[in-house]
């Protein structure tokens, strides 16, 4: 034994390189093992991930989720984030998008009204002009007057169901409350929101309003268009 032993020293040390030869080799295997095994378990967890996000995207996106069926107005079964899956939270964001809405298509008409009007300034600075109210007394009438509609508002939401002012529930001076309605003040005011934050965004990058700017597009539409504006954002500030 102590002869093979020493037979073995004697070998190591002659042939250095054999040695260093199998030991790198079995390193080198120990290390593409490894690696490999990395590399294996990053590509199945990236695939899995990739698998769940396709899931939630296409399975929401492509198939109508259950607690959407077609009874709301303006229900295309969309909702890929799944916020209308609790009943009480979908009736109350069915609401809150009908008021944005309602907001957003009376801004979008009283700004290109007064634009096309010659109304004032342009509509972003409106707020910047002085309309000799002091802004305490303003906000003195305001505040409360606001939070009083609100308060009813909601409380006879609360109550029925149905959008009103005050304590009409609902609110429909013209008789116009029906199921075709309101499929176009949903449909046109989704359209309105969309409207409202191009029309900001016009703003800050052309720093004109929407009419005035559809114009300089008809004009010159390679010259005057998103993408040149863009290039000039700077010089608009």
């Not at 006879?156 to 116009?176: C, I, R």
């Amino acid at each position: 034994m102590r002869e093979n032993i020493h037979v073995a020293e004697k070998n190591a040390i002659a042939r250095p390189d054999i040695c260093s030869a199998r030991g790198g080799g079995l390193t080198s295997r120990l290390s593409t093992n490894a690696s490999t095994n990395v590399s294996t378990h990053h590509r199945t967890s990236l695939s899995t991930l990739a698998r769940a996000l396709r899931h939630v995207r296409l399975r929401d996106s492509t198939v109508a989720p259950a607690h959407l069926d077609g009874t709301l107005p303006g229900d295309f079964g969309f909702d890929p984030l799944g916020l209308g899956a609790d009943p009480a939270r979908l009736k109350y964001y069915q609401e809150a998008e009908l008021m944005n809405a309602r907001w957003a298509m009376m801004a979008v008409a009283g700004i290109t009204a007064t634009e096309v009007l010659g109304i004032g300034g342009p509509w972003y600075e409106a707020g910047a002009a002085d309309y000799d109210f002091p802004i305490p007394a303003l906000l003195a009438v305001q505040f409360p007057v606001m939070g009083i509609l609100e308060l009813r508002r909601i409380r006879g939401w609360l109550a029925t169901g149905k959008s009103g002012v005050n304590e009409s529930f609902p609110w429909d001076p013209m008789g116009m409350n029906n199921d075709a309605m309101a499929l176009k003040e949903i449909k046109n005011g989704r359209l309105a929101m969309i409207a409202f934050v191009g029309i900001v965004v016009q703003a800050i990058v052309y720093r004109t309003g929407p009419v005035a700017a559809l114009k300089d597009h008809v004009t010159d539409p390679f010259g005057c268009n998103m993408a040149t504006n863009i290039m000039h954002i700077g010089s608009t500030f």
